[in-house]
């Protein structure tokens, strides 16, 4: 299951938050190295932008309160379909409407 996640920490002061973005950068890394993230980019100015490949909502939700523990903020999160899962559901309505 993909879920484009996208976090918009609280307003403190950058200087502050310099030991929780190293922590975080250590919670992301075996999480990219395993596939349960595809990808992180740091927004510019504050946040971050990350693909989870996971198993369940589940462990979304883990995931999301583990990155929350590290550095709070505000989560808009966007379920994807890979592309076969969107060609093969475009296929069935293709069908349903002949």
Partial sequence: ?????ISTPRP?????L?????KYWDWMNPLLKSGMSRFVYARTGRGA?????VDSNETL??????????MPAHMD????LDE???KFFLQQQEELIK
């Fill in 1 to 5: 299951m993909l879920f484009l996640v």
């Fill in 12 to 16: 403190d002061k950058p200087s502050t």
């Fill in 18 to 22: 310099i030991e929780a973005r190293s």
């Fill in 49 to 53: 932008v990350a693909l989870f490949d």
């Fill in 61 to 70: 939700h883990r995931l999301m309160n583990e990155w929350s523990d590290i």
């Fill in 77 to 80: 999160v966007y379920p994807l």
């Fill in 84 to 86: 076969s899962a969107a």
